[in-house]
């Protein structure tokens, strides 16, 4: 098993950028596809941004094409998310998630392995 753990959110004015860091332990991420979620305050999870396991196919979701990119550092066993041109309604709770299918992409109910989340808060 792997087990995630997100850090680097925070409130920030709109414009402005964060990274979010997902630190794995256990096992090297390498092992997994790799995604990132979002949870809005009275809505469900939705798919952020998300890698497969080698990492040659990247896939985000509309609302951040152009703005968010997802990276890994294996040597560091960790997940980056790189967010710029931030908007208010990027608020929510981000969670980093990993699979053991190689493709998971943006298919939530892929993914095995959830961090407990770090909160983003983007003010106008």
């Known amino acids: 098993q792997v087990q995630l753990v997100e850090s680097g959110g925070g409130l920030v004015q709109a414009g402005g950028s964060l990274r979010l860091s997902c630190a794995a332990s256990?096992?090297?991420?390498?092992?997994?596809?790799m995604g990132w979620f979002r949870q809005a305050p009275g809505k469900g999870r939705e798919f952020v941004a998300a890698?497969?396991?080698?990492?040659?196919?990247?896939d985000y979701a509309d609302s951040v094409k152009g703005r968010f990119t997802i990276s890994r550092d294996n040597a560091k066993n960790t997940q980056y998310l790189q967010m710029n041109s931030l908007k208010p309604e990027d608020t929510a709770v981000y969670y980093c998630?990993?699979?053991?299918?190689?493709?998971?992409?943006?298919?939530?109910?892929?993914?095995?392995?959830w961090g407990q989340g770090t909160q983003v808060t983007v003010s106008s």
């Open positions: 998630a990993a699979s053991e299918k190689s493709y998971a992409l943006s298919f939530q109910r892929l993914y095995d392995y």
């Open positions: 256990g096992r090297t991420i390498s092992n997994y596809a």
């Open positions: 890698a497969t396991r080698s990492g040659g196919i990247t």
